[in-house]
């Protein structure tokens, strides 16, 4: 897919919208980020409130239920550090993202700034890592080891996948400041596992990974998996498969959150997790709360498909679409077989495949970096931009008996 190469602008602005539940009121808090970010404000007329009372009035009258509609004062705004302080008795702030949205990790780690310096003692959870690799994400805080050696622990590459450099600065942050990092997330071994058969087939090994309980109670957010099951025709499962594996997913994070509250009850929790992990409370938040009792803050950020409810979330955060600048690209798809790199396909605008590189060639190399897993490659590449060269190093095939190691330069795309 062809990435965005706009260039990012010099500022982040954004507006955010906090709902009073109970009073049926919205108001809004406007921040200037510093960054490399530039959101425009926007306007989101039909918000939140009224809603008892807007559903026996629209019975009666389109126009009387438009007359009714919240509308916001643009220039009645605090800025986001007045806000946070505002969150100092909330023991968990949950974050949402659209993980290949830039924008969404810059407003990540503003409210992780601004949390951590109103309260130090701050524990980041997040969806990115899974439970089993939490020691190497403490040897990363702690510096025993360096990012690239934390990558390959966590198999960051094979088990998340997105663009690491959406998640950079939020890593850095917390290693500069010595904020532990919580891995929520189940390991794909057990999740994968569930989406395929139920409870009682699991191998005694994955059955000591599940959550202590389940809540099937949700139907809202059960429609809403059915809904999202339905857009994927391809997926191998039944529904109840596909549903037994996404509640494990949720429970999974919402119990390794609050058995780290309840062993650290001076700190504070950011969470930092897919948005339909946090709408509406279904994912993680009343399944926290349904293990310790604490009080807490959600908070989602825009997009197109994002629905306006006053049951969605706390706040809602108003922000552009924003990319990354590109990375550059060979052009192929690669997989790993055997602990080896090997390119299965192309890409339309393929850079390997012009300069003669054949399918099922084994990637060896890059430059003076040898390449012995997919997380090798990534890393030899992260900082390249298109236009840049590299060295290719590689085998003509995955048999044995390939051992001839050719090279081939190429310039990125």
């Known amino acids: 897919m062809k990435q965005n190469r706009s260039e990012i602008s010099p500022t982040h602005r954004f507006l955010l919208y906090a709902v009073d539940h109970h009073h049926s009121t919205s108001r809004t808090i406007h921040a200037d980020i510093g960054g490399s ?38 220039d009645q705004t605090d800025p986001l550090a007045r806000t946070i302080a505002q969150f100092n008795d909330v023991r968990v702030v949950l974050v949402g993202e659209t993980h290949t949205r830039y924008d969404h990790h810059l407003v990540q780690l503003e409210i992780f700034k601004q949390l951590h310096h109103a309260s130090p003692r701050l524990a980041l959870g997040v969806e990115w ?10 040897a990363y805080i ?14 960051y590459f094979e088990r998340w996948r997105y663009d690491y450099r959406l998640y950079r600065p939020i890593m850095q942050y917390a290693r500069e400041h ?8 189940a390991s794909r071994e057990l999740t994968s596992a569930l989406s395929k058969s139920g409870f009682d087939d699991l191998s005694d090994e994955l059955k000591t990974q599940l959550p202590d309980s389940y809540d099937w109670s949700d139907k809202a957010y059960e429609d809403r998996l059915r809904r999202s099951y339905d857009a994927h025709p391809d997926y191998a499962g039944k529904f109840e498969d596909f549903l037994r594996g996404q509640l494990t997913w949720d429970e999974s994070m919402a119990e390794r959150a609050a058995q780290y509250l309840q062993q650290n009850p001076e700190t504070r929790m950011l969470i930092l997790a897919g948005s339909g992990h946090i709408a509406y409370g279904s994912g993680i938040p009343n399944r926290i709360k349904r293990r310790i009792d604490v009080k807490q803050f959600s908070i989602l950020v825009s997009e197109d498909h994002l629905p306006i ?41 393929s850079a390997v495949r012009d300069a003669g590189v054949e399918k099922g060639a084994v990637i060896v190399g890059v430059g003076d970096e040898d390449v012995e897993s997919f997380a090798d490659f990534k890393l030899a590449i992260i900082n390249k931009k298109p236009g840049d060269s590299i060295e290719l190093h590689y085998l003509e095939s995955a048999d044995e008996g390939s051992q001839d190691r050719k090279s081939v330069k190429l310039e990125l795309r």
């Open 129 to 138: 890592f899974q439970q089993p690799y939490q020691r190497h994400l403490d």
């Open 142 to 155: 702690a510096g025993g080891i360096s990012e690239e050696e934390m990558l390959h622990l966590t198999d």
């Open 309 to 349: 409810s006053n049951n969605i979330a706390d706040f809602l955060v108003l922000s552009t679409e924003q990319s990354l600048q590109p990375v550059g690209l060979i052009g192929a798809l690669l997989e790993t077989e055997n602990k080896r790199v090997v390119i299965k396909g192309f890409a339309h605008d």
């Open 37 to 74: 970010l530039c959101v425009m404000a926007m306007v989101l007329a039909l918000l939140l409130s009224h809603t008892a009372s807007a559903a026996s009035r629209v019975q009666d009258s389109a126009t009387n239920l438009a007359t009714e509609l919240p509308v916001v004062k643009l």
């Open 178 to 185: 010595q904020i532990p990092i919580i891995a929520l997330n």
